[in-house]
């Protein structure tokens, strides 16, 4: 593929259509002008990515990643340690080397310190939570005791028919009320609790430690459990790890173990979507027994790129649960399986089509609703290994042979094979990821030239849609005049003026949407400052040289002493650094939360839908293109522009705090608080500057968004007013512009032909 062939070929393209803008819509070649732009940037990317074929395993937490992984790769040997929770679910990379290895990447000191911190805030909500709760206990029971009088003796009689409750304790409390806490404050709490079995935190804080791996591979697990295993004693300090292990299965490619949905520690989660922006292959995870759910969905909107992704694979994991819960009486196995098999596939059919509307990735699911999905169950497979080696089962897995063997009859519990063959591990193996490594070097070719298919079907998409106008405009002028024209307008005006409150309120509601989402990212921009705001401060230690002389003449005499002085120490430059860090974090959070926080497509098809509802589509006069194409390019300007904080008057506002407190960058002793103080004004004065960016980008967005709800209708009937005077203009010289119409289209014909070769 030439991919520099192609930026070539729609460059001319559109030097060619650039010709016509007599007759083509200016919005419609301005945006081809940005498609290149893009496709410039993106290929250039996808020409870096190395030769290694890159497979990704996501899902949410309790998928049962690690363990289909032990299965697939290792045999059911346990090899990866399985993660309890979000907080200690770290992205595991996996691949070959003759010499195994694992590289231990632990948290930075700033990652760190902002994990503290957190968990700090979560015991200051935790507090704030049971005070709240102590005082409320103290009201209900002095209330619930009577005021006296008769009143209070009535009161007190009806109250001792439901005696208060006892107080419960803080930790009671805390357990209790543990959902309704900030999940990242809980999670770092947790993290923070566990890292007290470390002795010395510090030492490992940005550090890699290489961990040997050589020996027997049954001890492999013994040893990575320690780093990334959920009772592990490195496991809560560790970022990220990457396993090097000699398996013929892992030649020639890299596997990534990501952690679950949502991850609560950014800078983690920002690794997991870098990762997988560069794969060539995704196998979603999704537990049989809640098979593809809207957190699922919500899953790929977030974390599988909508292009260059050659396939995903869904397996419905633990599929032994999932054939348990079907509850027909007397069914035999064969039954169950089947039955619940057929209800699963459905299920994630259904599910798949339903989010197509709303979804970023809706081409994904388009393509994910016609695939079947596989059903695995990896415990299933190990009893089966174990059976066959004779090795006693542990009691989860002695557990489900016993609930299998009391509920179906046909169930062959004792017929090793029959386990396996049910487990549909090999299957797996055998069909998709043997398949998939054989053709590796296809694969990658395949994922660039996917990329390429899509931004053919880009650029043709919207050549497609310049040309239904060029053909809608060449038609009109043929068989219509100026009082049709003028009629066919008057009608369309009225219909969409009956629809004007069902659109109003779709862009309502998409306003309330991102009201919460911008407050939610606020929120978060506040707490990252509390991972910045402590100074950088050394102890230094000066000897000094001291002397004095006494005397006169024959009795004069010298006296030599060192003299110990203690200094603390600090630097503008390290506040600096300290002030550079929060607001490139803080830009990074907000560009990558805004694309999110609007969904255009959702917006754009229900106001279709609404539009298609009021016409005959059926009617030759009903024109689609010529009502519906507007509504995309109105859309154009419903967009959040990336933030940038220029730091240049927070670098010089230091600056004038520091002076004549700083001598060459350094402050000593008693100015040190002086800089302290300083560091965490101008902070708080850049995070009160990027509040003040969301807060001015929400007010331009919900302006946009009103101004949308009250004027999106007009805009609409503005742009086809504009269309029907051009087109009345157009007919006073109706031959000319016919002909040039049938020029334009004949040039579109030929631009999607050269696109498309």
């Known amino acids: 593929m030439d991919y520099k062939g192609f930026e070539e070929k729609v460059s001319k393209v559109n030097e060619q259509i650039q010709k016509y803008k007599e007759v083509i819509n200016s919005e419609y070649l301005s945006n081809f002008e940005t498609y290149i732009k893009q496709y410039k940037e993106s290929i250039e990317e996808k020409l870096k990515e190395g030769r290694m074929l890159r497979i990704g395993i996501v899902g949410e937490v309790k998928a049962g990643k690690s363990s289909f992984l032990n299965s697939l790769i ?28 694992a590289k231990i990447h632990y948290y930075t000191k700033d990652d760190w310190d902002g994990i503290c911190r957190m968990a700090k805030s979560y015991d200051e909500e935790v507090q704030k939570a049971y005070d709240k709760y102590v005082e409320t206990y103290k009201k209900d029971k002095k209330r619930n005791a009577g005021g006296g009088g008769i009143l209070g003796g009535i009161l007190t009689e009806e109250k001792s028919k439901k005696p208060m409750p006892k107080m419960k304790t803080k930790e009671e409390f805390e357990k209790a009320n543990k959902s309704s806490f900030n999940k990242n404050y809980a999670g770092s709490k947790e993290l923070v609790n566990m890292a007290q079995r470390v002795l010395d935190i510090q030492q490992y804080l940005g550090t890699t430690e290489t961990v040997n791996l050589s020996g027997n591979k049954n001890e492999y697990f013994n040893i990575l459990n320690e780093y990334v295993g959920a009772d592990g004693k490195m496991t809560p300090l560790v970022k990220y790890t990457e396993i090097s292990l000699e398996n013929e299965a892992l030649k020639d490619i890299e596997i990534v173990d990501t952690p679950g949905l949502n991850d609560p520690i950014i800078s983690r989660g920002t690794i997991t979507q870098d990762f997988l922006g560069k794969c060539d292959v995704v196998y979603l995870l999704s537990y049989t027994g809640q098979f593809i759910t809207k957190d699922d969905m919500e899953l790929i909107n977030r974390s599988i790129p909508d292009e ?153 998409n919207l050549l ?40 109003k309120n779709v862009f309502a509601e998409a306003a309330a949407d991102t009201k919460i989402s911008m407050k939610d990212l606020k929120s978060d921009i506040e707490y990252e400052m509390r991972n910045y705001d402590e100074l950088s401060v050394e102890q230094k230690t000066e000897i000094k040289h001291r002397s004095d002389t006494t005397g006169h003449l024959f009795w004069k005499k010298t006296y030599h002493w060192d003299e ?47 539009i298609i509802n009021i016409f005959d589509i059926s009617d030759d006069k009903f024109d689609k293109e010529e009502i519906l194409g507007p509504v995309t390019i109105a859309l154009k300007s419903l967009q959040l522009e990336d933030i940038s904080i220029d ?44 509040i003040s960016q969301i807060d001015l980008m929400t007010t331009r967005l919900a302006n946009q968004l009103d101004a949308n709800a009250s004027g999106f209708i007009d805009n609409i009937l503005s742009k086809l007013e504009k269309q029907n005077k051009m087109l009345s203009e157009q007919i006073e010289n109706k031959d000319k512009y016919i002909v040039l119409y049938k020029e334009c289209i004949s040039v579109i014909a030929e631009c999607k032909q050269t696109i498309s070769e």
């Open 74 to 101: 290792f045999d059911g040997d346990q090899v990866l340690p399985k993660a309890a929770t979000p907080m200690t679910a770290a992205l595991t990379k996996i691949n070959y080397s003759e010499n195994p290895i």
């Open 308 to 460: 260059g992704i050659n396939e995903v694979v869904v397996i419905g994991s633990k599929v032994d649960s999932g054939i348990l819960d079907f509850n027909a009486k007397n069914a035999t196995f064969k039954q169950a399986y089947y039955y619940s098999l057929e209800n699963y596939k459905k299920q994630a059919k259904t599910n798949f089509e339903k989010s197509i509307a709303n979804s970023k990735n809706s081409e994904l699911l388009r393509e994910l609703a016609q695939k079947e999905p596989m059903f695995v169950s990896a415990m299933m497979y190990n009893i089966a290994k174990k059976m066959k080696a004779n090795e006693s089962l542990d009691d989860a897995e002695a557990n489900i042979i016993a609930q299998y063997k009391k509920r179906f009859s046909d169930f062959q519990y004792d017929n090793a094979d029959f386990i396996k063959a049910f487990s549909s591990i090999d299957k797996v193996r055998n069909k998709t990821f043997k398949e998939t490594k054989e053709k590796k070097d296809v694969i990658i070719q395949q994922n660039t030239e996917n990329f390429i298919h899509s931004q053919k079907n880009k650029f043709s």
């Open 464 to 503: 497609e849609d310049i040309n239904a106008q060029l053909y809608s405009n060449q038609r009109k002028l043929e068989s219509e005049d100026r009082q049709s024209l003028k009629e066919e307008l008057d009608f369309i005006n009225q219909q969409m003026n009956s629809i004007r409150g069902k659109v």
């Open 564 to 610: 110990t002085i203690h200094h603390t120490e600090s630097t503008v430059t390290s506040v600096i650094r300290n002030l550079d860090k929060y607001r490139l974090q803080c830009e990074k959070l907000i560009n990558e939360r805004i694309k999110f926080s609007i969904n255009i497509k959702s917006i754009e098809e229900r106001i279709k839908q609404i």
């Open 647 to 690: 730091p240049k008057k927070f670098r010089e506002s230091l600056d004038g705090k520091m002076t004549g407190i700083a001598e060459n960058d350094v402050v000593k002793d008693e100015n040190v608080p002086k800089l302290n103080r300083a560091q965490a004004d101008v902070i708080n004065d850049l995070k009160n500057e990027i």
